[in-house]
């Protein structure tokens, strides 16, 4: 055969071949890139369908459109396989070829390239190996100078940043002068049943500057007389820990503890544990600046061994409680602890170790002078008020109840400013002023670790293995009882009209306070052992995971918004002017809108 | 009180209809047989292409053999793993103990380096699948400047050098994610890395095996080995009688012409040079050393740890933060563990970067040597470092033919 | 040979774009025993649903790989078609933010090449992907 023929043939097929790669390969790249599964139209369109609903035609144009790109899908797909074993038997073709064509020609000798003298080419070579060796050795030298160039550029700009570092620092410095003078803040306890933010506002003014004192307190778990409710406005509904938007600062903890933070002016108090040392500590709300430590060392009566605890409740569950002078702590060791705002540890005792399975928890709350304990334990259950200034004991009333890790509520019941116990088996209602007892309901069973709520002369408690219970502040009589919905270790809220309540399966509810109905379910399927707070006319909620989760708080019970945090959260939040001060795992962070 | 925290949100079903769950069997290749069956093939291959080498010159055993491995080790096998990548296993093994490696890496290493030391480049001759495709495709052979091609041979020690760099840091293997014949065998893969193969086949058509040549990093551990190989590779058994055929056969050109050393320059002048290149080897060695070491926090980026750390630095708006940074974020680690493994990365990189550094400075330094020693030689020779045993030129040689003819 | 872990496993949707394969070797698993077969699933069905029905705006994989058939009032018995995952895991992703984690990513040891380097390990953002023993191919999470 004529090797032309050949020379034609193998022409043809490159042609054809170039033709094949270039379209299998723009093939590839889309397949490889656009993802025809998920393009952005499909993307919005199901969004679209999410938000409208009882659209029949755009659900079925998704459908036709899903159908359509799955299919293209697929024979793209095969398309490309086969495409390239065709490319691949192309090229066999072409090899074939080009070996006949060139089949006489490759033995004929060849032009010698090199020159004869073998003694020149080797000088070449190690002409070129210099100059190549050489040239690369210059460029990575020359690369060298010009990184290292930057990188003491970079440097410059460093110390030229430094002066500005150094203003902030001196910046920090002020909120703590204006705290220590400016912190008057509500101690007398008035009607909390209606949340007022002027009930909770402080008394004394303070001039402008860059760190105002808010005049919102959060003095308890869940806020004044552990209600549950914030005043504070202006609380951002997103915000975003790693980009730090409308996050004003993120510290970590030193040590660890299932508390919650309380803020008074400036000051946000929190505790942490661990076998080592349980201590007591102030950050600063404006910088996150960690104030001061208190330890709880050296009490008389204090184990010299830690009790034994379950690793989900810790040494640190309790949640302190301040007044804006001094701020008390419990730890499981059954120590107690109170300083002042500038960290100076005021008094110490040892209510003797709790005999707890899991571990106290119940947080503190204060009345006045008096700093109540609901000390429910295995043995000898009680509730204890210590005098805030002394710690010496005001009285203690011995509780006919089996072990709890609820915490104490104040509210108004029976005519008088009341505290409300929840345990095992009651919910009982004593005077805050000398703890007589003013009313008992028997309705509780099991483990209770949530607390109860009051609200507009109702109390309500609830408790998972037991019933959720609403009873009339003023007599102790019975309105109704459900069991539709409990919480285990969150604690609900109320307002006039809804109770709510999360659950340590996920769901959260909403009961009419008149009926006892749940009138509404969000199924969240996520575990919150953190409490909802209401602020801001919304709920705020933590799952366990960290998700945020805020709901209207009114009778539709609307979820506004939920997003990941993206830290395990078990601690409720606390709020003040404008912010919101979360405590997670690991860190504590404060959440301001960004102006 | 608090427990259940884990992945166990809801229960198990308590089935009642008596419903029995579906035994999933995940399916396993019969791995071990088929690494065992590459051992087999690897030294069967290599004992064939010696045999057809040394014993009965004979191109047609070696073409088929190249053509078995295409099929086998490439198109089959999809090509790992191959000799040349083992390299990184075995630097890898060396400084990593948490790193065993397999048996069979290690043949696949040491045995085409033993039957180097015995027969020469056996292996390449058309066992190694990338070898062989591009013998395969080999039609006609355009001749390169020597001179250029001794220059460029340089390369492969350059590659090597920064593969074992890569390896020894725990880096990357850059042998297999810039080899340029796998995404061929394997019909998919990165665009470019086709693109780049595709282009070295084309080029190969014409110019014999220039992966080989000038880039292959296991090749250029083999022209060391196989320079003081026990059996060279010989053209014919009888006497040359100079016809040069061979030398134009060889796609490589490896087989040299005769020279009668008869040189312009005095002889002081070589032997000054060749002192003075001896001298300089040190030197080259440690410059090269402390080159690369210069450079090795720049090159330490390829570590994911030291690149991670890098991202870290920006900040990043909430949606183009890279996913990188949000996993680092999602899993709590903490920038502090984080940056003392950095700091050993960096470590270990301008310890290794100073190792490789000097062996480049060093074969730098042993090849200007070489290239200034003069060797006289009466018939056409074969380079054993260079010839790659493909037998080409077995075939032109006018005494093969007339023993043929016998 | 190379295996994920499902417990380091972040769902970033590398596995389905990085791998030599065209279609990637990474697919999605079911361990039937950890699963709590309910009717709404996060791995089967988008976030907000709106009909529990096979319709293609509810459903989660975009290919249609999962499907479920009805044991007894409320459960389901979930399979996956290998041959239609591309390893997305958007339906680990869904199942182990809402669910019990019943699903999750392995690479299939049959359709994978066993690369010496394995490519998706090298852009892993969570390290997940490891050198595993030939006689531990898979990290199941059944028998937990």
């Not at chain 2, 999809?78 to 083992?86: A, H, P």
Request: proline residues 4%; hydrophobic residues 40%.
């Amino acid at each position: 055969m004529n090797r032309n023929v050949y020379r034609n043939i193998a022409f043809v097929t490159v042609a054809f071949a170039l033709a094949l790669f270039v379209m299998l390969g723009v093939s590839w790249v889309q397949m490889r890139q656009a993802t025809p599964l998920q393009t952005e139209v499909m993307e919005t369109l199901k969004q679209l369908n999410e938000s409208n609903t009882e659209n029949v035609e755009l659900a079925e144009e998704i459908r036709q459109l899903d159908l359509l790109s799955r299919k293209a899908y697929f024979t793209q797909e095969s398309h490309l396989k086969s495409g390239a074993w065709i490319l691949c038997a192309m090229a066999l073709v072409i090899g074939l070829c080009l070996r006949m064509y060139f089949k006489d020609t490759k033995n004929l000798p060849e032009k010698e390239l090199d020159p004869i003298d073998e003694w020149l080419t080797k000088s070449n070579a190690r002409k070129y190996i210099g100059w190549g060796v050489g040239g690369l050795a210059a460029a990575s030298v020359l690369f060298a100078v010009l990184s290292s160039g930057i990188v003491r550029g970079s440097m410059n700009d460093n110390s030229e940043m430094s002066p500005l570092a150094e203003n902030d620092t001196v910046l920090s410095d002020t909120p703590a002068d204006t705290t220590a003078n400016a912190l008057v803040a509500e101690t007398d306890v008035v009607d909390t049943t209606k949340v007022d933010s002027s009930t909770l506002v402080a008394t004394v003014e303070e001039p402008v500057d860059t760190f105002p004192t808010p005049k919102l307190t959060f003095n308890a778990f869940r806020g004044n007389n552990s209600s549950g409710r914030s005043a504070a406005r202006g609380i951002p509904t997103s915000w975003n820990l790693k980009s730090g938007k409308n996050v004003l600062w993120q510290k970590s903890i030193p040590k660890h503890g299932y508390n919650s933070p309380v803020v008074n002016g400036c000051n946000i108090f929190l505790t942490g544990a661990d076998e080592q040392a349980r201590e007591l500590y102030c950050f600063d709300l404006w910088t996150g600046e960690l104030r001061w430590t208190v330890k709880a060392d050296g009490i008389s009566g204090s184990p010299s061994s830690m009790p034994q605890v379950n690793e989900d409740t810790g040494l640190a569950a309790s949640t302190v409680a301040t007044n804006g002078k001094q701020v008390c702590a419990i730890f499981a060791t059954g120590d107690v602890i109170c300083a002042d705002m500038d960290g100076k540890r005021l008094w110490a005792k040892n209510l003797g170790v709790p005999d707890n399975h899991y571990g106290f928890a119940s947080s503190l709350l204060m009345y006045g002078n008096e700093l109540i304990i609901q000390y429910d334990n295995n043995s000898d259950a009680k509730l204890i008020a210590l005098s805030v200034t002394n710690g010496n004991q005001l009285w203690s009333k011995s509780r006919n109840d089996q072990i709890a890790w609820s915490s104490p509520i104040i509210a108004k019941a029976a005519g008088q400013q009341a505290i409300i116990v929840m345990g095992n088996p009651a919910i009982t209602a004593y005077s805050a002023s000398n703890g007589s007892e003013l009313w008992r309901v028997e309705c509780m069973s099991g483990e209770v670790g949530s607390s109860p709520c009051a609200s507009d002369g109702v109390i309500y408690g609830a408790s998972e293995y037991a019933t959720c219970i609403a009873i009339n502040a003023e007599t102790g009589e019975t309105i109704w009882e459900a069991d539709d919905c409990l919480p285990e270790c969150s604690s609900p809220v109320a307002t006039k009209d809804m109770l709510y309540v999360a659950t340590s399966y996920g769901a959260v509810c909403a009961y009419n306070t008149e009926t006892g109905e749940v009138v509404k379910q969000h199924e969240l399927t996520t575990p919150f052992y953190s409490s909802p707070i209401i602020a801001d006319g919304k709920i705020y909620l933590f799952s366990n995971s960290g998700k945020c989760y805020i709901f209207s708080a009114g009778k539709e019970f609307n979820l506004i918004t939920s997003f990941e945090t993206g830290e395990n959260t078990y601690a409720t939040p606390a709020f003040t002017d404008g912010m919101m001060v979360v405590r997670t795992d690991k860190s504590l962070y404060v959440v301001k809108k960004e102006s | 009180m608090l427990n259940l925290l884990g992945v166990a949100r809801f229960p198990k079903p308590d089935f009642t209809s008596g419903y029995q769950y579906p035994e999933i069997v995940h399916g396993m290749p019969w791995e071990s047989f088929w690494v065992w069956l590459d051992v087999v093939l690897l030294v069967g291959m290599m004992s064939l292409v010696a045999w057809a080498v040394h014993r009965r010159p004979s191109r047609k055993i070696i073409f088929s053999v190249s053509i078995v491995s295409v099929l086998y080790f490439g198109f089959f096998r999809t090509g790992c793993v191959c000799s040349i990548g083992s390299i990184q296993n075995v630097v890898l093994a060396l400084v990593d103990n948490n790193y065993r490696l397999p048996f069979v890496v290690l043949l696949f290493f040491l045995l085409p380096l033993l039957f180097a030391i015995f027969f020469g480049r056996v292996f390449c001759a058309g066992v190694c699948p990338m070898g062989a495709l591009q013998e395969l495709v080999n039609v006609r052979n355009f001749r390169i400047s020597r001179a250029v091609a001794s220059a460029l041979s340089f390369f492969p020690w350059i590659y090597l050098g920064f593969a074992i760099l890569y390896a020894a840091t725990r880096s990357q293997f850059i042998i297999c994610r810039f080899d340029p014949f796998i995404p061929i065998f394997r019909l998919s893969g990165d665009v470019g890395m086709i693109v780049f193969g595709v282009s070295l086949l084309v080029i190969s058509i014409f110019i014999g095996r220039p992966f080989c040549r000038f880039l292959c990093p296991y090749g250029a551990i083999l022209s060391v080995v196989s320079s003081v190989a026990t059996k060279r590779v010989e053209v014919t058994k009888k006497s040359c009688i100079n016809c040069m055929l061979c030398h134009n056969a060889c796609p490589v050109d490896a087989i040299r012409e005769p020279y009668a050393n008869k040189v312009g320059e005095s002889r002081m002048v070589g032997v000054r040079r060749v002192l003075l290149y001896i001298m300089l080897l040190p030197l080259l060695t440690i410059g090269g050393g402390w080159l690369l070491s210069s450079q090795s926090d720049t090159l330490s980026i390829a570590h994911r740890d030291v690149y991670l750390y890098t991202l870290l630095q920006n900040n990043y708006e909430d949606k183009n933060m890279p996913t990188e940074v949000e996993a680092f974020y999602e899993m709590g680690r903490s920038i502090d563990e984080l940056e003392t493994s950095v700091m050993s990365v960096r470590e270990s990189f301008n310890r290794w970067a100073w190792f490789v550094g000097a062996l480049m400075g060093f074969v730098l330094g042993w090849k200007l040597i070489r290239l200034s020693v003069k060797r006289t030689r009466k018939t056409y020779e074969i380079e054993p470092s260079a010839c790659v045993a493909c037998g080409k030129c077995f075939n032109y040689c006018p005494q093969n033919i007339s023993v043929k003819n016998e | 040979m190379w295996q994920i872990d499902p417990e380091k496993c972040l769902q970033c949707g590398r596995c389905q774009t990085e791998c030599v394969l065209s279609v990637s070797a990474v697919k999605c698993f079911h361990a039937n025993q950890v699963c709590g077969y309910c009717d709404l699933c996060g791995g089967y069905y988008r976030a907000n649903v709106k009909e529990l029905n096979t319709a293609a705006e509810n459903m989660m994989c975009p290919t249609g790989a999962i499907t479920r058939l009805f044991v007894e009032e409320p459960y389901f018995e979930y399979t996956i078609d290998e041959s239609l995952c591309n390893g997305c895991g958007k339906c680990v992703k869904g199942c182990s933010s809402f669910g019990n984690g019943s699903l999750f990513l392995q690479i299939q040891q049959e359709l994978c090449l066993n690369c010496n380097e394995c490519k998706i390990s090298k852009v892993c953002v969570s390290g997940a992907i490891q050198r595993v023993p030939v006689r531990q191919g898979y990290k199941l999470k059944d028998h937990a």
